[in-house]
């Protein structure tokens, strides 16, 4: 009778220390990718949704197009999205993040629209009786009272686009996708575990991350619970 294999790599386990010190460095540099395609996503995504929030806030006439569009985005299949942004940007990183910036868009604009909504009326009016202009009414009194349903979108927004950044397995710039998928391709145990784990740790620390910011930057919300 044939004994056992002695490391748990040989066994094929799902849980196996070996695993994480022998491909530390792929690891890290699937870690890395995660990380890059979903903080320049989200960035880019935010880039956009706010100065479109501002304008549909601002002209009513256009909130509806722009909810709309950006509603329909997020419904197309994401193997579909990449697949329709692949004749632009080609076999590349750049194809991955812009699919991830559309998806972003519903979240993000939406969040913070309904942030400059929920500014009430009478603030407003009270900022222009002290001389204050579109602008410095935006910078100074709306965006700041908008920020915690924007920081609320920001997060769903962040969280999705860890998820959904392991998609970019497809064209070889997923992060940790790439493992994931090549391990189920080969039914390798550990790097399956190992990478999914890694995924969903990313999600909450981001997630946690974002929302301790929430808490520095809107001291009021506290005061206002308090």
């Known amino acids: 009778m044939t004994a056992p294999p002695d490391d748990c790599l040989a066994r094929n386990e799902w849980i196996c220390g070996d695993y994480l010190s022998t491909r530390r460095h792929i690891l ?65 990183a750049a194809l991955v993040v812009a699919g991830l910036v559309l998806y972003s868009l519903t979240l993000l604009v939406r969040n913070i629209l309904a942030g400059l909504r929920a500014v009430p009326e009478d603030t407003r009016q009270a900022a222009r009786g002290m001389g204050y202009g579109p602008v410095r009414l935006l910078l100074t009194v709306e965006l700041p009272l908008a920020l915690p349903a924007a920081m609320a979108g920001l997060r769903i927004a962040t969280v999705s686009a860890v998820s959904l950044a392991t998609v970019g397995a497809i064209v070889g710039f997923g992060g940790l ?33 974002l929302l301790g910011i929430q808490w520095l930057i809107t001291p009021w919300t506290r005061a206002r619970r308090g």
Do not use: E
């Not at 903080?39 to 509806?64: E, H, K, N, Q, T």
């Open 177 to 209: 996708g790439n493992l994931i998928y090549a391990g189920m391709n080969t039914y390798f145990k550990a790097q399956v575990l190992t990478a999914s784990v890694l995924c969903v740790v990313i999600a909450v620390a981001a997630d946690l991350l």
């Open 28 to 92: 890290l540099d699937a870690v890395g990718q995660h990380l890059q395609l979903t903080v320049l996503s989200v960035l880019i995504g935010l880039a956009i949704a706010l100065p479109l929030a501002v304008l549909a806030r601002r002209w009513g006439w256009a909130a509806g197009p722009v909810l709309a569009v950006t509603t329909v985005l997020y419904t197309i299949p994401s193997l579909a999205m990449f697949s329709l942004l692949l004749p632009v940007y080609g076999l590349s």
